[in-house]
C-alpha cells in the first residue's frame, strides 16, 4: 500500500556533505511526521531527526546545527540535509514515516529499506 524509496546515501569524507531523500508512493489518505532514524553497527536504532506535517522539527543533539530535516508535502517527500559529516555519524539511515491509509483509519508507521553513510576520517 505504501512504498518508501530513499536515495543519497554514499561514501563521504570527514567534513563533507551528503542529502538523504525519501520519497512516499502508494494509495494512501496522509502522510503526518515523517524522520530519519540511523543504526551503526552495535548500536540500537536511534531517531536523528522528525518533521511534522506543519514543518515542527526535532533532532537528535549531537546533529543540531550540522543536519536540516525538510520535506515537500506535494511530492510526499523527506529530506536530510546532512553537513560537516563526522565519522561518527556512520550508519545505516532509515526514513520513517506515520500514515493514515483512509480516513477513518488508524495511524500506520512504515519504513524505508535504508541507506548506508559512510564517512571517513
Known amino acids: 500500500q505504501v512504498q518508501l524509496v530513499e536515495s543519497g546515501g554514499g561514501l563521504v569524507q570527514s567534513g563533507g556533505s551528503l542529502r538523504l531523500s525519501c520519497a512516499a508512493s502508494g494509495n494512501f489518505f496522509m502522510i503526518y511526521t515523517m524522520g530519519w532514524y540511523r543504526q551503526a553497527p552495535g548500536k540500537q536504532r536511534e531517531l536523528v531527526a522528525d518533521?511534522?506535517?506543519?514543518?515542527?522539527?526535532n533532532a537528535v543533539d549531537s546533529v543540531k546545527g550540522r543536519f536540516t530535516i525538510s520535506r515537500d508535502n506535494a511530492k510526499n517527500t523527506v529530506y536530510l540535509q546532512m553537513n560537516n559529516l563526522k565519522p561518527e555519524d556512520s550508519a545505516v539511515y532509515y526514513c520513517?514515516?506515520?500514515?493514515?491509509?483512509?480516513?477513518?483509519?488508524?495511524?500506520?508507521?512504515?519504513w524505508g529499506q535504508g541507506t548506508q553513510v559512510t564517512v571517513s576520517s
Open positions: 520513517n514515516i506515520g500514515v493514515r491509509i483512509c480516513s477513518i483509519c488508524s495511524q500506520s508507521e512504515y
Open positions: 518533521i511534522t506535517r506543519g514543518g515542527s522539527t
